[in-house]
């Protein structure tokens, strides 16, 4: 084989090499706060099921601090590095993305009511994380009997303050606490705290320390993300990871291959599953209910 063809061979191999690297997209992805492990959850499994679809896909992850600031600065990386389109995590990060990047298709996840509060346009579409709080205060008061009811929650995260609304309207004797900044202190006189979806409450360190401070005064904890149950929560209830992440997957894999994000309706989060911490429950002293545990995942 003479030189020429060996160059030709060569030549041809790199220009091989270049167009594979090209056909691979770059999405982009904004999670509220690093270490939340229901959106860790999720992000592993919509990369899963990219990978099962054939699609060629690298995701790019950004965990900035759980505010509109830190979201557009992140927005703002991922347009610099020509993100084909942004998945984002919440509500308060996805209109963020949207101002940032009004022509980049912007695809949502585990948003509690994301057209409640503002996430519409012809270039984002996703898939709702809804659950029913009320059954979820519920199920909270046949475990633990509460009188009085902590709201822990971020005046920064849209999704964070209407859950702590919606919770606190449901009547009885109920206390918000904002955790904006990162420090956490439960209210006085509470026989129980709710965890709202926001970062700033639902990060790994975070969780650790309110169940800290939950067993040390007895109170009882129930939580509106998965993975939290896992960590020392006495209760979980959120849509199903597994729904949100193959979803999402098919909603991103459709705008990369050119379809626009009108194109794919907003799915709704309606698969709910709920987690009960029987070590926790018994630690504090409280018996859960049989129906209760015949409904749930339970950690013994």
């Given at each position: 084989m003479n030189k020429t063809i060996l160059l030709l061979i060569a030549g041809l191999g790199l220009l091989a090499s270049?167009?594979?690297?090209?056909?691979?997209?770059?999405?982009?992805?904004?999670?509220?706060?690093a270490n939340v492990p229901y959106y860790v959850a999720i992000q592993k499994g919509l990369e899963e099921e990219l990978t099962k679809a054939?699609?060629?896909?690298?995701?790019?992850?950004?965990?900035?601090a759980p505010n509109e600031m830190a979201w557009k600065n992140a927005t703002r990386k991922l347009?610099?590095?020509?993100?084909?389109?942004?998945?984002?995590?919440?509500s308060g990060a996805a209109l963020a993305a949207m101002g940032e990047a009004p022509d980049l298709p912007v695809v949502f996840c585990g948003a509690f009511d994301p057209a409640g509060a503002g996430v519409t346009g012809?270039?984002?579409?996703?898939?709702?994380?809804?659950?029913?709080?009320?059954?979820?205060?519920?199920?909270?008061?046949?475990?633990?009997?509460?009188?009085?009811?902590?709201?822990?929650?971020?005046?920064?995260?849209?999704?964070?303050?209407k859950q702590a609304d919606a919770v606190a309207a449901l009547g009885g004797?109920?206390?918000?606490?904002?955790?904006?900044?990162?420090?956490?202190?439960?209210?006085?006189?509470?026989?129980?705290?709710?965890?709202?979806?926001?970062?700033?409450?639902?990060n790994e360190e975070?969780?650790?320390?309110?169940?800290?401070?939950?067993?040390?005064?007895?109170?009882?904890?129930?939580?509106?993300l998965g993975g939290s149950a896992e960590l020392g929560v006495m209760i979980?209830?959120?849509?199903?990871?597994?729904q949100q992440a193959?979803?999402?997957?098919?909603?991103?894999?459709?705008?990369?291959?050119?379809?626009?994000?009108?194109?794919?309706?907003?799915?709704?989060?309606s698969k709910a599953e709920l987690t009960i911490n029987l070590v926790e429950a018994k630690a504090l002293g409280l018996t859960v209910p049989f129906e209760l545990l015949g409904t749930a995942k339970v950690i013994k």
């Amino acid at each position: 084989m003479n030189k020429t063809i060996l160059l030709l061979i060569a030549g041809l191999g790199l220009l091989a090499s270049s167009v594979a690297a090209r056909a691979e997209d770059m999405v982009g992805a904004i999670m509220p706060s690093a270490n939340v492990p229901y959106y860790v959850a999720i992000q592993k499994g919509l990369e899963e099921e990219l990978t099962k679809a054939g699609a060629s896909v690298k995701m790019t992850v950004q965990k900035p601090a759980p505010n509109e600031m830190a979201w557009k600065n992140a927005t703002r990386k991922l347009v610099t590095l020509e993100a084909k389109a942004i998945v984002v995590y919440g509500s308060g990060a996805a209109l963020a993305a949207m101002g940032e990047a009004p022509d980049l298709p912007v695809v949502f996840c585990g948003a509690f009511d994301p057209a409640g509060a503002g996430v519409t346009g012809k270039n984002v579409t996703g898939v709702e994380a809804k659950v029913p709080l009320q059954a979820l205060v519920g199920q909270l008061k046949k475990i633990s009997n509460f009188t009085k009811l902590g709201i822990l929650f971020s005046s920064e995260e849209v999704d964070s303050v209407k859950q702590a609304d919606a919770v606190a309207a449901l009547g009885g004797d109920s206390v918000k606490t904002d955790v904006k900044g990162g420090t956490i202190t439960l209210p006085d006189g509470v026989q129980a705290v709710f965890l709202t979806c926001a970062g700033a409450v639902q990060n790994e360190e975070a969780i650790k320390s309110i169940v800290e401070k939950a067993r040390a005064g007895k109170i009882a904890t129930a939580s509106v993300l998965g993975g939290s149950a896992e960590l020392g929560v006495m209760i979980s209830l959120a849509a199903s990871v597994e729904q949100q992440a193959q979803e999402t997957a098919k909603i991103v894999a459709g705008v990369i291959k050119g379809g626009g994000a009108a194109s794919f309706p907003v799915v709704s989060g309606s698969k709910a599953e709920l987690t009960i911490n029987l070590v926790e429950a018994k630690a504090l002293g409280l018996t859960v209910p049989f129906e209760l545990l015949g409904t749930a995942k339970v950690i013994k």
